[in-house]
């Protein structure tokens, strides 16, 4: 990562909605983006992240969001964000592999996508690219 300016990498200030039900994953993800200069809100369910995003005053420029969580999945939950918070960017993550996320049509060709485990440099590295895409 010093190869490649760490501070190329780095948060400036965004906020970023996580939404992931595993506990250990969502406190190491967390940790990453807030120890690189990320505002993190986090959810443990889709229902968690819509109230979150519905009372947070400020803009959430992402949401990093698990495609299958408990009773509502991440694509549905971006489904009503997008009504609420049409300007934040959205990063999706799964264990699953991109072709079998893809061919179970919950994710579409195209949509920003990162397979679990990854390492903090490939999660900062993917997040800065959706942030700074057209």
Known sequence: MAEENAASLSGRGETILLVEDEEGVRESISRVLRDNGYNVLEARDAREGLRIA?????PIHLT????????????????HLEKIRPESRVLYM???TDSEIVKSGVLQ???????KPFSPPTLLRKIRHVLESD
């Open 54 to 58: 519905e009372e947070h005053t400020g």
């Open 64 to 79: 990093l969001a698990d495609v299958v969580l408990p009773r509502m999945s991440g694509p549905e939950m971006v489904r």
């Open 94 to 96: 799964s264990g699953y």
């Open 109 to 115: 060709p195209g949509i920003h996508y990162l397979e």
